[in-house]
């Protein structure tokens, strides 16, 4: 098969739908913990991370927000097909704050954590990657 061939080639119903339960999967993710950041009050929100309560809420509050921005954008885009390159935004996003995550626990000395951060990594960069080369989804026409 031609390399143009093989470009044009209609991506497989398996890598599409492993795209979808990825993102499904990511926004859970995010949006959940967007959502518990930015709604549980400090005091308790250390209980269960511990930085909440080494941090300003300020800060708390604002890396709830990224979660939010990145789990709503990594999917709402690509099911309404308004702006679907925004999932492509969006996964870069989550994959730099991933990173970001994984630096910050091991330099908190909370490597048991860090696992999570890199499903999540391999999670994100697999979107990008699969939205942005292998099976993009085509914006609605108005």
């Excluded at 809420?57 to 885009?77: K, N, Q």
């Excluded at 991933?98 to 091991?106: D, G, K, L, P, S």
């Excluded at 890199?118 to 990008?128: C, G, H, Q, S």
Aim: with cysteine; glycine share 8%; proline share 6%.
């Amino acid at each position: 098969m031609s390399t143009t061939a093989l470009e044009t080639a209609t991506p497989g119903r398996a890598l599409r739908v492993g795209l979808w339960i990825a993102q499904v999967l990511l926004a859970f993710v995010f949006v959940s913990a967007g959502l518990v950041k930015l709604l549980t009050p400090i005091p308790q929100l250390a209980t269960m991370m511990p930085f909440a309560g080494e941090y300003s809420e300020t800060f708390v509050r604002s890396v709830a927000l990224v979660d939010l921005a990145g789990g709503i954008g990594i999917l709402l885009p690509s099911l309404t097909r308004i702006l679907p390159r925004l999932t492509v935004l969006a996964a870069l996003g989550c994959s730099v704050l991933q990173v970001f995550a994984f630096v910050f626990h091991i330099a908190r000395g909370e490597a048991a954590t860090t696992p999570l951060n890199l499903v999540l990594l391999a999670l994100a960069v697999f979107v990008l990657w699969g939205r942005e080369s292998r099976a993009p989804i085509s914006p609605r026409q108005f």
